[in-house]
């Protein structure tokens, strides 16, 4: 990409989030009435109550870590709850960010995948094939994020948790990363339904689709197509409030957050 | 089981070739299991198994007692995710992370598989099965036994239901039985907003708020965002006063010692000394009575002891306006609080200016030694400023008109029993202010006074972790002949019982709720199995009727019905035809379809201004000073020795009064430098959650999501040489234990966070470490009022050597 | 280098190459087994043939229910077979009594799944009987004429590739999130 683009992006980006989302908008969407599915996190209605990080392991069938795994990092969560403090007490400041996959337009663990296990899918969705995936983590160390998680060991659940699994998605085994979908299963079946009903599918069915958002009580999550100016979603991300996780790298995330203040790094 | 083979992918080749080049086998050919698809297990006898049917189930979640409707997603008879059921007023669809691990109860492995009884010394957690008849018949023969010696007394219910149809039946079998020993945990939770409640109100309720219409929420320590008991509907809430009103926006200023959660979600947070706040909420009251700012038409009206009184004696007696004028200027209240006196003047005139305004506090703010004077100070702000029953303010939740039972026959062995003075001293001269007191048991089953206990039934209850002196208890237990526990899983307190006679989890079990919504209006929703019960259990409230039934006599006649589930649908009656209800249905059979759509039943009416029904105090308006507490001192003999020997400063009319003691701490500054701030997160629940992994792996930091964990200043930490990670002793006067420390920057200096309920599982009888942070802590209480002080504990802490 | 060396050489990589070859021969008949069909037991003698020849007259999605409805096609609950027909003895297979058995237990009947796909597949049989319009048989052969119980697949090879070139036929997305999960 153009430097100096980038740089003009860039700034618009920091100052007017709205005008940033409509240029990177613009030039990532696709001719055609294509769907790009996009999160808004409102961290001003959120109370980092972590619901939504629950929600995700028990939809996503995500293994618990346990006493071993979880103090060598290596815990799996899609959808964290990042803490970031500043200062000491009593001048202090913690600032609670829920961070799923960014679904980057630009990811850049797409491009670093030898094997194409990682990909963008036609809707936007950053999506991984399980196994297809030989498991060399070039992903994880090319995601600014740290959105992915790598299967150190087999996953394990406990015979009588198996039940629980659900059956829309695979499990995964060991040596295999894995990373949040959007809860693609769930836009499937909202998909279906409205075929089935025979119309297109609306910004109603899919606000609060994904498993996170309908599990937020303070509504902080909203799901929907960025591609769609009308949708919910996208009206959040034009927003004054919105702003992106260091846009400045240009991976154009589809995950937009809303905050007051301008949030300092 | 057989099954074609996956076809080959990537991986596969891969991994072929691996082995090829390296000439080794395959390792694990003809794997038993796919695995991405390790979601397959049989359920045996499941009808279901195979036809991929998918149901949602509606029921009400049980994590903690709001009530949140959900819906049950049930494959093939498995349930597989649990959701909020979008119908439902208390949690429109959302669901906090507590329900969302809600099948880590059904499915957990520790669950007890049917009823156990002892075989082996107490403690030592040996059982052997036996079946449902032999127990009961055992049981009920023990209970009839006791009942017949005339020690009907000496049993005691420890029941961890705040309120609903399960409580009442507890209630129900103590009074025909004939026991005064019927204790919940609520001091040891929210007590003193109980409290409270109960000498302003005279209503022992958890009250609601009409968030939609506040404009300024002021939180006195609340932890709105962690362990309120109804922080589903709150999130909700607080979102919507922040975003969902255009052009208005809810200034929420939250004042605690400890940085928590929600002081970091808060818009302003307010340092304070810890234990302080009910000085603070006088000294707000001085200024707005000083400045006149108050609501004079709402206290002349509906409210009684604002100005001094006499009684008919003719007797003058104290009113909150000369106590706050005299007693709390700002200038004192700064020292006492360290805020400044321009900040409270400041909170004093935005708490006015942005009418209608909440002034809010939870059990944890007045879990302090002065803990009945602050919460009825926080709660007085509320009376001056006269947003009591009004839109935007706050109201007293009114409970669905379930019928009542048909009354106990007691006989005369009954009317001796109920007679007897209660274990826990509460309502008694040891603490005449009480209304429970379960963390004074283990002192009294101790020293046998006032007489022993005869047994005990252990339900939704498991002190021996969740409340202060852990081995204490177990030692308590070991003095009762027999000791029941309805756990499903085994814990410290289980381990003592003779029989385990373990309940359907919520997701098993029928059952019709009386929940704590802080909607306002009516609400009763119900539960019904999303599965059929995985193991050979049974609901408790079952078990409770057949014992009963078994004992035969009058306490047999006292439960006439099948099963619990006819003896709740009895009581559904008055919900039948009520206008403007969310069902408006003839029969029972149709108010359980409507039920079941809308996952619950209520009446959507704020009962703004009914003032009748609002205040059931004998002046029938808002106290100030409590006509209650005059009575029940008044009957203490020796009362101002009483208050000498128990360390109370305050006297006369001001004890009936709003007002603030200095608060007592354990453990000497010298010795134990550090004050203990305890704390309940989001992934608190009593007896903790530390059995379901979901919620042990969300604490902050994650590193140390499954040790116990210290929270210390970096400072401190750096003084002392401790790193983040960390391993330390924390050591108080009640106990000391391991943790993990986490240098963190919002912790206070001098302070110590320690977050409760946290711990090793599954618990082992040969467990000598104390866990979950109640072990650090000493048995501290309101000297009156029996409420636990979670704060005043002081402690030190040691560097583990490696 | 001398020759004697030379031909220790030739014969260490001759060795090397034969182990190698071996190992890999060895490796290749284990992938074979592993990934070799294997036949199911079925509980009951099921005959596809009785139930949907002229006299029953039953269609496909009478008991495969979701073939219409979701991405599973099913199999009717034992209380189905119980409402429909089999209350009463029919036919005069001995077997056939043991549906009222596992009904009076109430039980499934425990069929094994024959046409499995890997855990990392989604298949919709909605979306190819309804939206597709494709026909049963056209995947499963004509079961129909099927009097043996299913044992192995009927879908023979449905490999990704048969997928994808059906998919790109009929202009159906071949986005990976299409089919996988």
């Not at chain 1, 980057?104 to 899918?121: L, M, W």
């Not at chain 2, 000391?736 to 599982?761: E, N, Q, Y």
Request: charged share 25%; glycine share 8%.
């Amino acid at each position: 990409m153009n430097p100096t683009r980038r740089e003009v992006l860039k700034d618009m980006a920091v100052t007017v989030g709205a005008v940033a989302l409509a240029a990177s908008g613009v030039e990532a969407s696709a001719p055609g009435k294509k769907r790009k599915w996009g999160m808004a996190i409102d961290l001003d209605r959120c109370t980092a109550c972590q619901a939504c990080v629950v929600a995700c392991r028990v939809e996503n069938n995500v293994p618990v870590a346990g006493p071993s795994e979880i103090p060598a990092d290596r815990g799996i969560f899609w959808m964290d709850m990042l803490a970031i403090q500043e200062g000491e007490h009593p001048e202090v400041r913690t600032q609670y960010i829920p961070t799923p996959c960014n679904h980057c337009d630009n990811a850049p663990c797409v491009k670093v995948c030898p094997v194409g296990a990682t990909f963008q899918n036609e809707e936007g969705i950053v999506a991984q094939i399980w196994g297809r995936c030989i498991g060399c983590r070039y992903c994880t160390t090319a995601c600014p994020y740290s959105r992915r998680y790598f299967n150190w060991t087999t996953p394990t659940f406990a015979e009588s948790m198996k039940a629980q699994l659900n059956p829309d998605v695979a499990t995964r085994p060991r040596g295999v990363v894995e990373k949040c979908t959007l809860c693609h299963q769930r836009i499937r079946g909202v998909k279906d339904k409205a075929r089935n009903e025979g119309r297109e599918i609306e910004d109603a069915d899919v606000v609060h689709l994904t498993a996170c958002s309908q599990a937020c009580p303070a509504e902080a999550i909203t799901f929907g197509d960025m591609a769609d100016n009308d949708s919910t979603v996208s009206e959040l991300a034009r927003s004054p409030r919105a702003f992106r996780l260091l846009e400045e790298l240009g991976t154009h995330p589809k995950v937009v957050y809303l905050r007051e203040a301008k949030w300092k790094e | 089981m057989k099954t074609t083979q996956p076809e080959p992918g990537r991986r596969d080749f891969l991994r072929a070739a691996l082995a090829a080049a390296g000439g080794i086998a395959l390792g694990g050919c003809h794997q038993k299991e796919d695995p991405y698809n390790l979601n397959r297990p049989k359920v045996p006898g499941q009808a279901a198994y195979g036809t991929y049917q998918e149901k949602w189930i509606t029921t009400t979640c049980s994590q903690c007692w709001a009530g949140c409707g959900v819906k049950v997603r049930v494959v093939e008879g498995r349930a597989v995710k649990i959701d909020g059921h979008p119908a439902n007023p208390i949690n429109r669809g959302s669901l906090g992370p507590k329900g969302q691990a809600g099948l880590e109860v059904l499915y957990h492995p520790d669950r007890f598989k049917g009823p156990v009884r002892r075989d082996g010394p107490r403690g030592s957690g040996k059982w052997a099965a036996v079946s449902w008849d032999d127990a009961i018949k055992e049981i009920a023969k023990s209970l009839a036994d006791i009942r017949a010696r005339g020690e009907s007394r000496g049993v005691l219910v420890l029941d961890g239901e705040p309120r609903g149809m399960m409580r009442e039946l507890w209630e129900r079998f103590a009074n025909v039985y004939g026991t005064p020993n019927h204790v919940d945990h609520r001091a040891a939770s929210d007590g003193g907003k109980l409290l409270a409640m109960a000498y302003m109100h005279g209503i022992p309720e958890i009250p609601a708020y009409d968030w939609t219409g506040t404009r300024y929420v002021l939180g006195f320590g609340a932890s709105l965002f962690e362990s309120w008991c109804q922080s589903i509907h709150l999130m909700r809430a607080s979102s919507a006063l922040r975003r969902d009103m255009p052009g208005r926006r809810v200034k929420f200023v939250q004042i605690s010692p400890r940085y928590s959660v929600t002081a970091s979600k808060a818009d302003e947070w307010i340092e304070i000394e810890p234990a302080t706040y009910g000085a603070l909420a006088l000294g707000l009251g001085h200024v707005i009575v000083r400045d006149e700012l108050y609501d004079k038409e709402f206290v002349k009206d509906h409210t009684f002891g604002f100005e001094d009184w006499k009684d008919a004696e003719g007797k003058s007696h104290r009113g909150y306006k000369d106590l706050v004028l005299k007693d709390y200027p700002p200038e004192k209240v700064a020292k006492i609080t360290g805020i400044s006196v321009k900040t409270i003047e400041r909170i004093a005139h935005e708490l006015v200016d942005h009418k209608p305004a909440l002034s809010l506090a939870d059990g944890g703010a007045a879990a302090a030694t002065n803990g009945l004077g602050t919460a009825m100070a926080i709660h007085a702000l509320n009376g001056l400023l006269g947003n009591l029953e009004r839109p935007g303010g706050m109201i007293v939740q009114r409970r669905a008109p379930f019928a009542p039972w048909a009354d106990v026959e007691q006989d005369e062995v009954a009317k001796k029993g109920l007679a007897a003075e209660r274990i826990d001293g509460s309502g008694s001269d040891r603490l005449p202010l009480a209304l429970g007191c379960i963390q004074a048991l283990p002192d009294a089953l101790l020293s046998g006074a006032p007489y022993a206990a005869q047994a005990l039934f252990l339900y939704h209850s498991n002190p021996a972790f969740s409340k202060p002196g852990g081995k204490k208890w177990q030692d308590a237990f070991q003095k009762i002949p027999l000791v029941v526990s309805f756990s499903p899983f085994p814990d410290e307190s289980t381990f003592q019982a003779d029989f385990v006679l373990p309940d359907h989890t919520y997701l098993e079990r029928w059952e019709v709720v009386d929940p704590v919504p802080s909607v306002g209006y009516q609400i009763a929703t119900f539960r019904q199995p999303a599965v059929e019960p995985l193991y050979n259990t049974r609901q408790t409230g079952d078990v409770l009727i057949q014992i009963a039934k078994a004992m035969g006599g009058p306490v047999a006649d006292a439960f006439p019905w099948e099963t619990f589930r006819k003896a709740s649908e009895e009581r559904l009656k008055p919900l039948f035809n009520v206008e403007g209800s969310s069902t408006v249905a003839a029969k029972l059979a149709d108010l359980r379809k409507g039920m079941d759509k809308d996952s619950g039943w209520w009446l959507p009416k704020f009962p703004y201004e009914q003032w009748a029904d609002a205040f059931k105090t004998p002046s029938g308006k808002f106290e100030f000073y409590s006509q209650t507490i005059a009575k029940r001192l008044a009957a203490m003999p020796g009362l101002e020795k009483e208050l000498d020997a128990r360390g109370i400063a305050t006297r006369g009319d001001d004890l009936c009064l709003p007002h603030w003691e200095t608060p007592k701490a354990a453990g000497d500054e010298a010795q134990y430098p550090f004050k203990i701030a305890a704390y309940r997160g989001i992934d608190y629940a009593e007896g903790g959650v530390r059995h379901l992994p979901w919620l042990v792996e969300i604490a902050l930091p994650r590193r140390a999501a499954w040790l116990q964990r210290v929270e210390i200043h970096p400072a401190d930490a750096r003084q002392m040489k401790i790193k983040d990670g960390d391993m330390v002793r924390v050591e108080t006067p009640a106990g000391s234990t391991r943790m993990s420390a986490v240098v963190a920057p919002g912790t206070r200096r001098g302070m110590i966070g320690v977050a409760l309920g946290h711990g090793k599982w599954p618990p082992l009888p040969t467990d000598t470490e104390p866990t979950g942070g109640f072990a650090l802590l000493a048995n501290l209480m309101d000297p009156l009022a029996g409420i636990l002080a979670l704060q005043g504990t002081r402690a030190r802490i040691m560097k583990e050597k490696s | 280098m001398s020759t004697r060396n030379r031909n220790r050489l030739v014969v260490a990589g001759f060795a090397a190459l034969a182990l190698f070859a071996g190992g890999a021969a060895f490796a290749y008949s284990r992938y074979k087994a592993f990934m070799a069909p294997v036949p199911v037991t079925q509980p009951l003698p099921f005959n596809h043939k009785h139930h949907m020849d002229e006299k029953l007259g039953l269609t496909c999605d009478a008991c495969h229910k979701g073939v219409n409805e979701g991405p599973h096609a099913g199999i009717p609950s034992v209380n189905t077979c119980i409402k429909l027909c089999h209350t009463d003895p029919q036919g005069t297979n001995p077997e056939e009594a043991k549906i009222r058995e596992y009904a009076a237990k109430g039980e499934a009947i425990p069929w094994q799944q024959a046409n499995r796909l890997p855990g990392h597949v989604y298949f919709s049989h909605v979306g190819h009987v309804k939206f597709g319009k494709m026909e049963c048989k056209e995947c499963h052969g004509d079961m129909k004429e099927r009097t043996e119980p299913v044992l192995l697949s009927t879908t023979h090879r449905l490999d990704m590739d048969t997928c994808m070139e059906c998919h790109k036929e009929k202009g159906v997305s071949n986005d990976c999130l299409q089919c996988h999960k």
